[in-house]
Nanobody, 123 residues
Framework: QVQLVESGGGLVQAGGSLRLSCAASGRTFSGNAMGWFRQAPGKGREFVAA????????YYVDSVKGRFTISRDNSKNTMYLQMNSLRPEDTAVYYC????????????????WGQGTQVTVAS
């Protein structure tokens, strides 16, 4: 089992920045690709970004390219999402996820999920 805990969400003005963290625990974290998803009120869960176990492969949804950066520190069992130039449409609950594969995917094919952290961007 892998346990995931997100942190770093909050309220920010449009144009501001936030850094989300996802701390993982559990013996099966090693070798796992990870991702970030988000769910806005009244909408389905949307892929945001993903990263391979090595960090050498990253994927982003088009709407965040150039503004968000996904990274990970395997020595700390932690993944990050640096979010810059935030927009009101980025408002959502952000979830981190882990899958039992070193290769990431943009599909909703992850095995473990965190509880989410709220990000609110005020206009």
């Amino acid at each position: 089992q892998v346990q995931l805990v997100e942190s770093g969400g909050g309220l920010v003005q449009a144009g501001g920045s936030l850094r989300l963290s996802c701390a993982a625990s559990g013996r099966t974290f090693s070798g796992n690709a990870m991702g970030w998803f988000r769910q806005a009120p009244g909408k389905g869960r949307e892929f945001v970004a993903a990263i391979s176990w090595s960090g050498g492969i990253t994927y982003y949804v088009d709407s965040v390219k150039g503004r968000f950066t996904i990274s990970r520190d395997n020595s700390k069992n932690t993944m990050y999402l640096q979010m810059n130039s935030l927009r009101p449409e980025d408002t959502a609950v952000y979830y981190c996820a882990s899958r039992i594969s070193a290769i990431p995917t943009m599909a909703n094919e992850y095995d473990y999920w965190g509880q989410g952290t709220q990000v609110t961007v005020a206009s």
